[in-house]
C-alpha cells in the first residue's frame, strides 16, 4: 500500500511494516511500526494512517505510532476532510476526529477491501458483494447495480467511478453506480487491485 502528500510517501509492506521517505522516494527509513503486514496506508496533513490488524495512527510523520482501532482487520483507507473511513473485515468504520475515535457504521458484515471519498460521496468496494454507495459520509448506505463482484479498487474523478475487480477487469459508472459498463478494452490482465487517477 501507498499514500503520499507532497514529498512525503508512505509505503506499507509484507510483515516488515512501514516505510518512509521525505524526497519523492529517493531515500527511505523503516518506522517503528516495523513487523506488521499493512494492507493500507492514507494521510491527511500531519496525520498517516497504517491499516493492519488495527489502525495505527502518526502524527510526527512515522515518527512513533498509536493505535486508535482495535480487533478489526483494516484493508482499505479514505479521507473527506476530518473524517477518516476504514474499510475491515467487518464494514466501514468512521472516524470524525483525524483517527483518534471510532463508530461503525451501518455498512457492516462485509469486508471492504476498497474505499475512495468524492466530496461527502463515499464508496465501498466489498468483497464478492459489488460496490457500496454513500452520498452523506458513511451515515446512510445503499447498494449499487455492480454486484456479485469482488471489489479489489476504486478511483473516482468527477462523475467517473472506477472499480477494480478481481478477475473482471474494471467497471465504470457515471451516475454514483446507478449504471455500470465493463471497460477492458486493451488490458491483458483482468485482477486490477489498484488504481490511480492523476
Known sequence: SLAA???NIFAGTFSNGVYYSANNGATWFQTPLNSQNVWSMAVNGNFAFAGTFGLYLSTNNGTSWTQTLFGQYVYSLAINGNNVFCGTGNGVFLSTDNGTGWTQTTLQNREIDALTT???NVYAGAYFYG???SPDNAVTWY????DNQNIKSLAVTGNNIFAGTNNSGVFVSNDNGVNWIQRNEGLTSFEINSLCIL
Open 118 to 120: 468524492n466530496g461527502d
Open 131 to 133: 460496490v457500496f454507495f
Open 5 to 7: 502528500q507532497g514529498n
Open 143 to 146: 447498494f449499487t447495480n455492480l
